[in-house]
């Protein structure tokens, strides 16, 4: 074999393993927005090709979503969750990530991992004991529940990826504003802050997508139908006794799911760097 | 006139105390750090002192009865069930990951045209909420409209009008939940992997080429030793998230048929939140906690493995 039919065919066999890898991984959502715009009597005749559009596509299982079931508003708090959730991992973040950043030295860096563990502490460990910290605050059924529980996932990532962002970032900066009479702290809000705003934003949708993901808090806190987040009302609330409305289930599940995977993905490289040599594991 | 200055003076004062590296670093840190140990810590302690009492929902503080809530998770067979599936799902899932990752970062290695669309679509399980997309496969495995059983009636492998029930099987249920883990820790594992490759210096992969290493070569002797460490991480990572999931049980099959598909994460759920029990619910959550604990100290070594090497 020639080297140049070699090399021509790992190029097919490469695009065709890279195919079959994206088909995989795709699939599951192909399959909700063909589902989201079909009529039932296409989607539940077994005769009919599943690929195929046998009859003209519909907005009803849409409009059906938006009209008879409580999908909306569940959209409403999740945006309204993720807010809140947002709000409070900032405002606990970058006072903890600056003093463990410049304040702390060597320990400041040993320090930011202790907290980044408490991220891998999983929420399937607490939920029973953090039900009854709910139960005691009174907060069951509402979103308060998730706007307090929520940050304990979000901040020790959070601190953890922004301390390391700001560690990048010259101290020379901050010194020198430092010598021309500002405070620490003055330093801090009018040089360092404006320049970790790419770290800042990464703590935004982080908080706000994580927040948005999650399940089994809202699944153990959170029971009456108008309180539910999207990720939770959608396969526990859209099931009408056995029969599952699969057209509206899979237009809600795709509507939601596309924009928190496009925002994830925004920010991916930035965790994933964190975990490689390059960023804050080192 | 006086107290207005005397204030003034204090403020300040006080100001430049605050603004003392040995106040202001602690006083930063401890909000973010008592938050995290009130809500993490304290639940924490509280499920170890649930274990060992007999607390129901009705009865949050229950009465201490030693080590009996253990000794009945031991002899539950659904318990046991669940113990050994959280184990075989989590290894079974985290080899295939680890096999498939590898060979689908050596095919995406270079820079392609398209790379950037390519790899939203193959981050989508990863990146969307996982019990949503777990609906995806919910309708994919329904018991009479599912598109496999439609594509294995075509190709002749199931006669007309039978259904494979996917999730109506024990082997075939078992078998759709490793694939939805691997479906959705696949693709961490192949970023990080990525990430691993691109810090892999071109002159080793020239220098093997000029010996004459052929792909296999290349990969086996010098890309393998230098992935290793970021393939750990990888590793680690998908085993705790796969190992405490209890999403894609729940929303797939229930724990069932017949508690086949239980892990201890669903069963925690069902029998503590659901059933009430928080005593067993809290007992059988903290059965996780081990192998956490060592996935935790192997995350610190590789961390300092890191902290060393620069």
């Known amino acids: 074999m020639s080297s140049r039919t070699r090399r021509w065919l790992l190029t097919v066999g490469r695009v065709a393993l890279v195919g079959a890898f994206v088909v995989f991984a795709a699939f599951p959502f192909a399959w909700m927005g063909i589902t989201a715009f079909k009529q039932n009597s296409d989607l539940y005749n077994p005769q009919n090709n599943p690929f195929w559009f046998n009859e003209p596509p519909t907005l009803e299982h849409l409009q059906y979503a938006f009209t008879k079931t409580r999908f909306a508003r569940w959209v409403v708090n999740t945006a309204l969750v993720g807010a809140g959730v947002v709000m409070v991992t900032l405002l606990l973040t970058i006072p903890a990530a600056y003093s463990l950043a410049r304040l702390l030295g060597r320990w400041g860096e040993r320090a930011s991992i202790a907290i980044f563990l408490v991220y891998l502490v999983p929420p399937t460990l607490l939920f029973i004991p953090m039900s009854l910290v709910v139960t005691t605050l009174g907060l069951q059924n509402t979103l308060w529940s998730l706007i307090v529980v929520y940050p304990t996932i979000t901040v020790p990532l959070c601190t953890w990826l922004l301390s390391g962002f700001l560690r990048g970032l010259p101290r020379e900066l901050e010194e020198a504003a430092m010598v021309d009479g500002c405070t620490r702290l003055g330093a801090l809000g009018r040089v360092l802050l404006p320049l970790a705003v790419p770290g800042i934003v990464t703590v935004i949708i982080f908080s706000f997508t994580l927040s948005a993901q999650e399940f089994v808090y809202a699944l153990s806190f959170v029971t009456a139908t108008a309180q539910k987040t999207v990720s939770v009302g959608v396969p526990a609330d859209m099931v009408r006794g056995d029969i599952f409305d699969w057209g509206p289930l899979m237009a809600s599940a795709f509507l939601a799911s596309v924009p928190v995977a496009a925002l994830y993905y925004l920010v991916i490289e930035r965790f994933v760097g964190s975990f490689t040599l390059s960023g804050a594991f080192r | ?310």
Not at chain 2, 85 to 101: C, E, H, R
Not at chain 2, 102 to 118: E, I, K, T
Not at chain 2, 142 to 167: C, I, Q
Not at chain 2, 218 to 244: N, Q
């Open chain 2, 1 to 310: 006139m006086a107290v207005a200055e005397g204030i003034g003076a204090a403020l300040s004062r006080g100001r430049t105390w605050l603004e003392r590296d040995r106040v202001l670093a602690p006083t930063l840190l401890v909000p973010a750090v008592a938050y995290i140990v009130l809500l993490v810590g304290f639940p924490f302690l509280f499920a170890l002192y649930l274990s060992w009492t007999d607390a129901t929902t009705g009865n949050p503080f229950g009465r201490f009865i030693g080590l009996a809530n253990f000794a009945l998770v031991f002899q539950d067979p659904v318990a046991s069930r669940a113990l050994r599936n959280t184990f075989v799902f989590t290894l079974t899932a985290q080899v295939l990951v680890m096999v498939l990752s590898n060979v689908l970062a050596l095919a995406l290695r270079r820079p392609f045209r398209g790379r950037g669309a390519v790899m939203f679509l193959l981050l989508l399980p990863w990146v969307a909420p996982v019990s949503l997309s777990t609906i995806g496969w919910l309708w994919i495995l329904h018991a009479r409209f599912s598109v496999l059983d439609w594509a294995l009636r075509g190709l002749g492998l199931l006669p007309p009008g039978a259904n494979m029930f996917w999730l109506g099987r024990p082997d075939l249920a078992f078998g759709a939940v490793v694939a939805v883990h691997v479906w959705r820790m696949l693709p961490f594992a192949t970023v990080v992997l990525l990430a691993g490759h691109s810090a892999i210096p071109q002159d080793f992969l020239d220098q093997a080429e000029v010996d004459g290493a052929n792909l296999w070569q290349k990969y086996r002797h010098v890309m393998l030793p230098l992935l290793a460490p970021v393939a750990v991480v990888a590793l680690l990572f998908g085993t705790i998230f796969t190992f405490t999931d209890m999403t894609v049980v729940y929303v797939l099959t229930r724990g069932g048929p017949f508690d086949t598909t239980q892990v201890l994460a669903s069963l925690a759920f069902f029998k503590g939140i659901v059933g009430g029990n928080l005593s067993v619910g809290a007992t059988i959550s903290l059965l996780l906690f081990p192998v956490l604990l060592v996935a935790a100290v192997f995350v610190l070594r590789a961390a300092r493995r890191a902290e060393v090497a620069w």
